[in-house]
């Protein structure tokens, strides 16, 4: 069965802190993975990654795929409390449309 | 630029009742559409997708349905609501406009079902 998951569940820091977002994968097809970061509603779309090793970057975030050992990071340096919410980790795998399977998300909460 | 448009933004509605949602995205045309159902607590579970006007497939059996009338309209219902059709619904677009694999999500609606 398809698989995303996520870890940690949960994660609480201060400002400044550095923190490490995990994302593990079994698909029997891979396309790319994509970060979206959920505030109140609707996701919003941080990254796509589609090859291994080539780091993609966004002011403090960055993410990175590892294709032989089917994960992913998301990493926030110098964390605010605008950062807090919910990561969500999905990958798409190639059929008739562009299927995403989701991961639970890791609660991001970032204090003063 | 693509938008997508959800409403309502929250709705109660009563055990029995029937539901309709809708989703409509401006700015493109023939996008594949998504209706997604997010439980609290829960990662974004797929309901039904859309590649072209009347064509739905669905993931999940259950208690909805999906209709799409037009290009970029699609609607999310049920004839009668049961407590565990409660949740966050989003709908989302992708397509050729944008990055084809990323999908964009609509501001979601909150449903309560009593």
């Known amino acids: 069965e398809d698989k995303v998951v996520q870890s940690p569940l949960s994660l609480v820091v201060h400002e400044g802190d550095t923190v490490t977002l995990n994302c593990s994968y079994e698909?029997?097809?891979?396309?790319?993975l994509l970060w979206y970061k959920q505030e109140k509603k609707a996701p919003t779309f941080l990254f796509m990654l589609?090859?291994?090793?080539i780091e993609k970057k966004s002011g403090r975030l960055s993410s990175i795929l590892d294709k032989k050992e089917l994960f992913s990071i998301l990493n926030i340096t110098a964390t605010q409390t605008g950062d807090s919410a919910v990561y969500l980790c999905?990958?798409?795998?190639?059929?008739?449309?562009?299927?995403?399977?989701f991961g639970t998300g890791t609660r991001l909460q970032v204090f003063p | 630029s693509q938008t997508i448009h959800q409403w309502p933004a929250t709705l109660v509605q009563p055990v029995g009742s029937p539901l309709s949602l809708e989703c409509t995205v401006e700015?493109?045309?023939?996008?594949?559409l998504y209706w997604y159902r997010q439980a609290a607590g829960r990662g974004l579970q797929l309901l039904f997708y859309?590649?072209?006007?009347?064509?739905i497939s669905s993931e999940v059996p259950q208690n909805l349905s999906a209709s799409r009338p037009q290009d970029r309209q699609f609607i999310l219902s049920s004839k009668k609501l049961l407590l565990s059709d409660s949740g966050f619904y989003l709908c989302?677009?992708?397509?050729?406009?944008?990055?084809?694999?990323?999908?964009?999500f609509g501001p979601g609606t909150r449903l309560l079902v009593l």
């Open positions: 989302a677009w992708s397509g050729l406009a944008a990055n084809e694999e990323t999908q964009y």
């Open positions: 999905a990958v798409n795998f190639p059929g008739n449309t562009d299927k995403l399977i």
């Open positions: 589609t090859s291994s090793g």
């Open positions: 859309s590649v072209g006007i009347g064509q």
């Open positions: 700015g493109t045309s023939n996008p594949n």
């Open positions: 698909v029997t097809n891979f396309r790319s």
